[in-house]
């Protein structure tokens, strides 16, 4: 009987003890986030579907901070990147290193459009998710989570993290454990309460199979199940534990996770009802303001010294994105703070072009009007809308995103640049070009990772909303 466990050279040999056909190697990444004796102190936040992709988290990481792809229906995307012919190559680059190649070839063979669809085509489908995932979903959920891992680890040594939510629980199995072959560093997850993913993390390390209890209302409990040995017919690849941050809004929900949760978990990302994208519900019976977004109170205040009690490193979210509050939630104890919105209008995420441009236009006039609806999303928790196309003047405005100002002209900076320049004018100084600067371009994401050092160095940068 073969004992499971990693050999001297850091493989994980399957239950037969044969090792893997193609062990997964990232240029410049670092595999197991334990060696980490620091963390990053700015989080980009995990948006979905392809809003924080490849190309945003590993212009975030390769600045030092924390990048993070989103997970959430990255099966899809992939399959319709492939069959847009794959521009650049950079889905096939991945897939030629994944460690299954016979699962990289059935997915090329069946989603790959050489030079791409006719303008216009109906994309071929994918299975939808059920209970029992089918082989060929689960190859795709696998593959298509390493890839986005793969591609925003290439390029440097520095983390990267991937989002889930707990809400969306079939595809997650299988999704960790293709993101896990990757080398993910970080798994961040919230909508909900995911406390079974710390223990599958450590079993998924250890080349254990794993199950997720389902959440089916009104029905009997139902199970998602994946076993990696299975998966890999026999192979095992090696996979490092990546550290687990649980995104909370209350000091009770972060007490439960560090002290009921068997498993380990590594930190928090505190969200406050600011924070951009989906939040919890007002805690108590759901009151609507005048307007009719939900109403939240002192309740729905996390008590910051309980949770920096708990000893755990914890990252502030909601309103944090200016460089006054990074240096606040430092001061309050907080390893740093999580951002959202200036993130996703940089130019390197995934929103459309067109609708950037239309909303930093309107942030700039004061029109982007912000509504946390209490019904939009489809899990029914309330979420942050912005209506681009208004053009009334509304009460509550998107502020504007990141930009450089030189000579009194907007410009979009290098990576490099924006991050190393100590110098330039100062805030105060920003404000009056800003005003004459005419229409703004889009802001690299090393642009927002740059506000780190915006209050010692006087740089010429702000800072968009929070997340």
């Known amino acids: 009987m073969v004992q499971r466990g990693c050999d001297t050279n850091g493989y994980v040999p399957s239950a037969g003890g044969r090792r893997p056909a193609r062990p997964v190697k990232v240029p410049g990444a670092v595999y197991d986030s334990r060696m980490f004796n620091q963390h990053p102190m700015i989080i980009q936040g ?4 392809a809003v924080s992709g490849w190309e945003l988290a590993r212009a975030v990481s390769s600045e030092g901070q924390l990048g993070v792809v989103s997970g959430t229906a990255i099966d899809a995307v992939m399959a319709r990147r492939l069959q847009r012919g794959d521009p650049g190559g950079d889905v096939r680059r991945a897939l030629e290193v994944f460690p299954i190649p016979e699962v990289a070839d059935r997915l090329l063979d069946r989603y790959f459009v050489d030079g791409g669809i006719p303008e216009g085509a109906r994309h071929r489908t994918k299975p939808m998710p059920t209970l029992k995932l089918s082989r060929h979903l689960r190859e795709l959920l696998v593959a298509a989570n390493f890839v986005e891992v793969y591609l925003a680890k290439e390029g440097h040594g520095n983390p990267v993290g991937v ?13 960790l454990y293709g993101a896990m072959l990757a080398g993910v560093d970080y798994v961040l997850m919230g909508a909900g309460i995911p406390r079974a993913i710390p223990g599958i993390l450590d079993r998924l390390a ?65 969200e406050a009802p600011t924070a951009g994208g989906h939040n919890a519900p007002p805690r108590g019976r759901l009151q609507l303001t005048p307007d009719g977004e939900p109403q939240y109170g002192e309740r729905d205040v996390p008590d910051l010294e309980a949770i920096r009690g708990l000893g755990l490193p914890f990252w502030l979210a909601g309103s944090y994105a200016e460089p006054d509050r990074l240096l606040e939630a430092l001061e309050m104890g907080a390893a740093g703070i999580q951002v959202g919105t200036a993130f996703a209008f940089c130019e390197e ?50 502020r504007p995103v990141p930009v450089t100002v030189t000579s009194g002209i907007s410009e979009v900076p290098t990576a490099a640049r924006t991050v190393r320049s100590g110098g330039g004018a ?23 990772c740059a506000m780190r050092s915006w209050p010692t160095s006087g740089s010429a940068k702000r800072s968009g909303t929070g997340t």
Request: hydrophobic residues 35%.
């Open 46 to 49: 995990g948006m979905g579907v």
């Open 163 to 175: 989002n889930y939510l707990e809400k969306v629980q079939i595809p997650t199995l299988p999704s």
């Open 426 to 448: 100062r805030l105060s100084r920003w404000r009056t070009l800003s005003a004459k600067a005419g229409r703004p371009k889009k802001p690299s994401a090393a642009n927002a």
């Open 349 to 398: 995420s995934g929103f459309d072009p067109k609708i950037k441009q239309r909303v930093l236009e309107m942030s700039r006039t004061g029109q982007a009007q912000v509504f946390t609806d209490p019904v939009a999303s489809p899990p029914a928790v309330p979420s942050r809308l912005c209506n681009w196309r208004t053009r009334s003047r509304p009460t509550r405005c998107i």
């Open 206 to 270: 250890e080349g254990q199979g794993v199950e997720l209890k389902i959440d089916v209302k009104g029905g009997d409990d139902q199970y998602n199940r994946f076993d990696p040995v299975e998966f890999g017919d026999g192979t095992l690849p090696p996979v490092g534990r990546p550290a687990f941050l649980a995104i909370v809004s209350s000091h009770v929900l972060a007490t439960m996770f560090a002290k009921k949760v068997e498993a380990r978990v590594d930190g928090f990302v505190v």
